[in-house]
């Protein structure tokens, strides 16, 4: 009735009240202690309002109560340890929602006549007691969401005795710390049990080959947790199944061929294990499926047409990170209601096909990651409804289609690095240059200005003209040729002299950089950088100093950042050969380019040795996160939501390029924020290759000494950031690249350094992390985030207005942040062969961000 205020401690005097049903009201403040005087009371119900405190312990002493409700509110304290010998008529016990912490009382056990017991979303912690199984008529059982646990492999004993409460029908310990070996005894629960949720604990084991005595189970989730084994064919004798979620386990094996003898089947979640074989055809005997998920598993095959042709399929169908074959059956088209396609890193092939102009349900298609050729159907025209699209790293070509630019509700676009050719539209999504991925299609042109793409040439004249000025044209050839010749003749002297000057200076004494590289001198590094000023220091490291400075390299002027080497301190003459091998041999876009470098001495007899990068206007994304009194970048807003998942994607691919894609794997090994430097246009650059390591033999620094820097670690990184197996010894790999990468993503998107101070007795930024992956915690995970996905360039000040201006925004938003932390958590796990690679990890972060931004852009 949205009654508001506080509860009158006055209705302590109704003495024959026997039904108080306050729910879902605004109610606020603490509950009067003299509730507690009701003692004729048999149903007591306030969940769904807003009341803080503790229960009146009086509440707990009236034996009359049967129905004890309180779900949804700030409550906290904990339940007393006699609860069970006080409320013996009790039948309906529901809590959840709130924050009581300590332990579930062992006498509850005693309420012989409970048959609701939900006590999730709490904070309780301990045991599960082990006696729940007297409770002869419990049929719902809800303890999920909370910390439950003792690490010990015996946490699932509970189980066992509720073999006992033949009445069960629903059962969720999901999202706990529990651990052990998944019993048997779950097979045994009871016939009458149709929900069964025990995701994201740590059980391991193998899934019970029993489970079909459970003939009434409608939803099995057993996600996120170490299941091994293969998926047991019995699961197909479940005939009331419509649920099964197994995704994020280990299970091996083939996906059972008859999971579809039961037709009831609507969702299918078997993603990230280690499946292998075909997909079953029999899938396509499933009427009822409106979600298949498979991806991220070691699925061969085509992809089967009973599959694709499905027409139930309406919420999505997600084969990716597999290694599917063959082409896109054209049956796709009869997914006329589906919402996200999702079939990105197989290797299909074959071209697109047109059929998929009838799938009008469509909002999100991600085909990216094949080999798709030919061009972009016409007849895709008509999905005006998609929200994201995202094609890119196949073979595709052809011109973008302009109506594209029409799709109103299109708010994520990636063409990028196929063969596409010709203008590229300049309209709707196209000039969103936030929202749209055009990189890697070198015969594009035109579009926006902010794309740096080159201009389309003009079309050429017509005959008659042409034919109009022939010795215009002629005289135009020969003053060319003039021009040319004396051009040529200048630079040849230029050269000479050059040369020449060279020849009586010590300007190259042992440049260890290829000739491709214009060598500078001392003197030239001296006047470039105003004598090595402090007006132009930008940056002090392990090994040196870093100068802005204006140098004139291939006869035009350079902004550049100039590394100077203090050779005094140990391994530093071993980290510039370091660096100079390991970055005259890569490029890419996220990599700090080194234009040269110079290796000579000084005015003063000494060695001198010297990198020249190209220079990050923005500086280091050290000095961004965590701004230095006094710092340039002090008094400058925060990276915003979307700069920071910029940011991670940028370094992701920077690290999957020197992991995969270089001719021999390099290591970096001192991944850290300092490293990281942003453009002018806040993309970010991997840098200081001092530490790298060529995997395969070939060792960078391999006699570099131990920092003088107290927060490093040898070879192998930086304290906080080097991975944990470093620490004993263990060799160098791409793994421990990934170790440092999640570590640093947390730090992006908590604030919170790995090395702070509040990181002491057992608790990490790793663990501080998992604890904040709730939608009322990751929210506010770092308050100084501005959520905006753009920044507003007018305004220099924090921008700290949220795109998200409605539920359904703000929970997409919620989604991305949390997928960000659990995907940099399970980067920086502590067991080195359950980290993801980086290829996956570009893969997820490109659609975390695709699926955002098509949510904004459709605000």
């Known amino acids: 009735m949205s009654l508001g205020g506080s509860i009158s401690p006055f209705i302590g005097n109704l003495s024959f009240l026997q039904v108080l049903d306050l729910t879902e009201n605004e109610f606020i403040g603490e509950l009067p202690q003299e509730i507690g005087q009701l003692s004729r009371l048999k149903t007591f119900s306030i969940s769904l309002n807003n009341i803080s405190g503790t229960i009146p312990p009086q509440l707990y002493n009236i034996s009359s109560i049967r129905v004890f409700i309180v779900t949804g509110n700030k409550l906290h304290g904990s339940l007393p340890s006699y609860i069970g010998n006080t409320l013996l008529n009790l039948r309906r016990l529901l809590i959840g929602g709130n924050r009581f912490h300590g332990l579930l009382p062992k006498s509850v056990s005693n309420l012989s006549r409970l048959a609701i017991l939900d006590v999730s979303e709490n904070q309780f912690t301990g045991p599960v007691p082990t006696n729940l199984g007297s409770l002869q008529d419990l049929a719902y059982l809800n303890i999920g969401l909370n910390s439950l646990g003792t690490g010990e492999v015996d946490d699932l004993g509970f189980i066992d005795s509720l073999s006992n409460c033949s009445h069960l029908e629903v059962l969720s310990f999901s999202y706990n710390k529990l651990s052990g070996k998944l019993p048997d005894s779950i097979a045994n629960l009871s016939t009458k049990l149709t929900n069964l949720y025990m995701g994201k604990n740590n059980i391991f084991g193998e899934i019970p080959r029993g489970i079909d005595n459970l003939i009434s189970l409608n939803r099995l989730s057993m996600a996120f947790n170490r299941l091994t084994g293969s998926i047991p064919d019995s699961i197909g004798k479940l005939t009331n199944l419509l649920e099964v979620i197994l995704g994020d386990n280990q299970l091996s094996g083939h996906i059972p061929s008859d999971i579809c003898n039961n037709t009831q089947l609507e969702e299918l979640y078997l993603e990230n294990n280690r499946l292998d074989g075909t997909i079953p055809q029999s899938l396509g005997s499933c009427g009822n499926l409106k979600v298949v998920v498979l991806s991220m598993n070691q699925l061969v095959g085509t992809i089967p047409k009973q599959l694709i042709g499905l027409s139930s399929l309406s919420v999505q169908l997600n084969l990716s990170w597999n290694q599917l074959t063959g082409n896109l059956p054209s049956e796709v088209g009869n997914l006329e209601r589906i919402f996200l396609l999702d079939l990105s890193n197989n290797q299909l092939s074959g071209e697109i ?4 102009k009838n799938c009008l349900g469509l909002r999100v298609l991600f085909l990216n990651g094949n080999s798709f050729e030919g061009i972009i159907p016409p007849s895709l025209k008509s999905l005006k409804g998609i929200q994201g699209l995202d094609i890119s790293s196949n073979n595709l070509s052809g011109r973008v289609p302009e109506y594209l630019e029409s799709f109103a509700s299109l708010g994520a676009l990636n063409i990028s690095f196929n063969d596409f050719e010709g203008e590229l539209p300049k309209q709707g999504i196209f000039k969103n240059l936030y929202a749209s991925e055009v990189r890697g299609n070198k015969k594009l042109c035109g579009g926006i200005p902010g794309l740096h793409l080159p201009s389309c040439p003009k079309p050429p004249g017509s005959k008659k003209q042409s034919k109009r000025f022939p010795l215009k044209r002629l005289l135009l050839i020969i003053f060319g040729t003039v021009i040319c010749v004396i051009f040529l003749g200048s630079f040849l002297i230029w050269f000479w002299r050059r040369k020449t000057t060279a020849k009586g200076s010590s300007s190259s004494l042992e440049d260890p950089v290829n ?3 214009q060598k500078v001198s001392y003197k030239e590094l001296l006047k470039a950088t105003d004598g090595f000023s402090a007006e132009n220091l930008v940056g002090v490291g392990s090994y040196g100093s ?7 390299l291939n006869q035009e002027t350079t902004v550049v950042a100039v590394k100077v080497l203090d050779l005094q301190r140990r391994g ?11 970055m005259r041999s890569i490029r890419h876009r996220n990599l700090v380019k080194m234009l040269t470098s110079c290796s000579s001495i000084d005015f003063k007899g000494n060695a001198f040795k010297a990198l020249v990068s190209e220079f990050m206007p923005n500086g280091s994304l050290e000095n961004w996160l965590h701004p230095e009194e006094n ?31 270089c001719r021999t794997p390099i290591v970096h090994c001192d991944l850290k924020p300092s490293n990281v430097l942003l453009d002018d246009d806040m993309n970010a650059h991997v840098g200081d290759f001092g530490l790298a390591k060529f995997l395969g033999g070939v060792i960078i620094n391999v006699e570099a000494e131990h920092h003088t820097n107290s927060t490093s670690v040898g070879i192998r990184g930086s304290i906080g950031y080097a ?27 908590t604030g919170k350094r790995p090395t702070d101070d509040m990181f002491a007795d057992g608790l990490s930024l790793y663990t501080f992390a998992k604890r904040a992956l709730r939608p009322d915690r990751v929210m506010h995970i770092d308050p100084r985030m501005p959520l905006s996905h753009v920044h507003d360039e007018d305004n220099d000040e924090t921008n700290n207005t949220e795109i998200p201006s409605n539920g359904e925004s703000e929970a997409k938003l919620c989604e991305a942040l949390t997928g960000i932390i659990n995907l940099s958590i399970m980067c920086s796990v502590e067991s080195p062969s359950e980290r993801m690679e980086m290829a996956q990890v570009v893969k997820e972060l490109q659609s975390i961000k695709t699926i955002y931004l098509s949510s904004v852009g459709s605000q």
């Open 353 to 356: 096909p047109s059929s998929l």
């Open 515 to 517: 000739n491709k590289f």
């Open 546 to 552: 870093v100068y802005k400075g204006l140098l004139v």
């Open 572 to 582: 530093a003459s071993k980290s510039f050969i370091a660096e100079c091998d390991a």
């Open 631 to 661: 710092h340039e970048q002090s008094s400058r807003r925060s990276l915003s939501f979307m700069e920071r998942l910029n940011v991670a994607i940028d370094v992701a691919c920077a690290l999957d390029y020197l992991h995969q894609h």
């Open 723 to 749: 991975a944990p197996e470093y620490g004993m010894g263990s060799e160098v790999s791409t793994n421990g690249d990934v170790y440092s990468y999640g570590i640093m993503v947390l730090e992006m998107f």
